[in-house]
């Protein structure tokens, strides 16, 4: 297959730098920092395509690298709630319109962002209120927490953009934060791995796809080696901090975006 360089494709590499920064640090939300870019150079599908495909080789070698502290048990709830929406996600990822999906999911992350943002950095550092963590779990607590997995596994599997509502329910699920981070790590290697396959079942490895790929490959490792390392010297409530903040920016960009674009 011929390889084409294009500009854009070079700047689109050098973005996931910082995108795959965040995804070595949190666990999640490359494909989503990048979706408003490659959805553009590329088109949406092929650019989902693109998306998922770049997040292969470094989430086999975060999985494998930290396959001893993952929390096998959630993911394996996580895995099984989400995988029949990631199927009919694939079914509609040609039918339905994708900033629209976008307008919700970005809506609903945001308010959740928003909360918890309240709660780790206002109120204990503007507040100077005692941070505490819930205790009690009640049942709309775990109506929320389901909703979302079960959601986030249609939007994936549509738009590879489920990563901050699984996100929700790991958060609450999985409480140490390199566990977490490698949880989620194997929820992606499980889940865009059929993801994969459906994309190029589907025609969207083109040319332009796999070139797009192979600029921005050795940057994206960049990130995440840097990512990872910067994990290890936080601890568990800055680390909370940083993933509130990134669904904020996550969730709030993909709502601005989508809903100018939809209006």
């Known amino acids: 297959m011929d390889f084409i360089f294009n ?141 979302a997995l079960i959601l986030g596994g249609v939007v994936h599997g549509a738009f590879t953009i489920g990563g901050p509502l699984i996100t929700v329910y790991t958060l609450e699920a999985v409480k140490d934060k390199e566990k977490f981070r490698n949880t989620m790590t194997w929820v992606w290697i499980v889940l865009n791995t059929y993801n994969s396959i459906s994309h190029y079942n589907s025609g969207y490895y083109t040319t332009e796809m796999y070139s797009a790929f192979i600029i921005a490959l050795p940057l994206a490792l960049i990130g995440l080696v840097i990512g990872m390392k910067c994990l290890s010297k936080i601890d568990k409530i800055t680390f909370l901090r940083v993933v509130y903040v990134v669904l904020l920016i996550v969730g709030g960009n993909m709502f601005y975006s989508s809903l100018l674009a939809f209006i």
């Open 7 to 147: 500009i854009e494709y070079l700047w689109l590499g050098l973005y996931q730098v910082f995108a795959f920064f965040i995804q070595g640090v949190t666990g999640f939300g490359c494909t989503v920092l990048s979706a408003p870019f490659h959805s553009v150079v590329l088109g949406p599908a092929v650019g989902t395509a693109w998306a998922t495909l770049l997040c292969a080789p470094t989430l086999w070698f975060l999985g494998f690298k930290e396959i001893k502290n993952v929390a096998w048990k959630d993911l394996g709830k996580i895995v099984l709630l989400c995988a029949p929406g990631v199927i009919l996600g694939n079914m509609l990822l040609k039918e339905v319109d994708p900033n629209l999906a976008k307008v919700v999911i970005g809506g609903i992350v945001t308010f959740i962002a928003l909360m918890n943002i309240y709660k780790t950095i206002i109120a204990p550092l503007v507040l100077k209120k005692e941070y505490t963590e819930d205790i009690i779990d009640t049942p709309a607590k775990k109506a929320v927490r389901y909703g």
